[in-house]
């Protein structure tokens, strides 16, 4: 069984780097063919899909995110972490990583999300 756990700060103040980790059990995220992504959904409104990293390394950024949008890994640790530069209260939302695969439709595990406040 996969997990995913996020985690980090749940306050990051304006023009600030938001910084979450996402930590991978139960599956390698080198594993072919998965991708490791992060979406988020502000108060009262739809999921947003922010970018994610493949098996193989690549990432892929959403494009009205992608200037200010990092995502890496770090294979020892099984991880994959999200960096979002220059915060404004508007990137205020629960953030979740989710893994997707290129033989099936939809996210088939998620983390149970992380709420990020941004705010003086």
């Known amino acids: 069984q996969v997990q995913l756990q996020e985690s980090g700060p749940g306050l990051v103040k304006p023009s600030q780097t938001l910084s979450l980790v996402c930590t991978v059990s139960?599956?390698?995220?080198?594993?072919?063919?998965?991708?490791w992504s992060w979406i988020r959904q502000p108060p009262g409104k739809g999921l947003e899909w922010m970018g994610a990293i493949a098996y193989s390394g690549s990432s892929y950024y959403s494009p009205s995110l992608k200037s200010r949008t990092s995502i890496s890994r770090d294979t020892s640790k099984n991880q994959f972490t999200l960096q979002l530069s220059s915060v404004t209260p508007e990137d205020s939302a629960v953030y979740y990583c989710?893994?997707?695969?290129?033989?099936?439709?939809?996210?088939?595990?998620w983390g149970q999300g992380t709420q990020v406040t941004v705010s003086p």
């Open positions: 139960g599956g390698s995220i080198t594993t072919n063919y998965y991708y």
């Open positions: 989710a893994r997707i695969s290129e033989l099936h439709e939809g996210y088939d595990y």
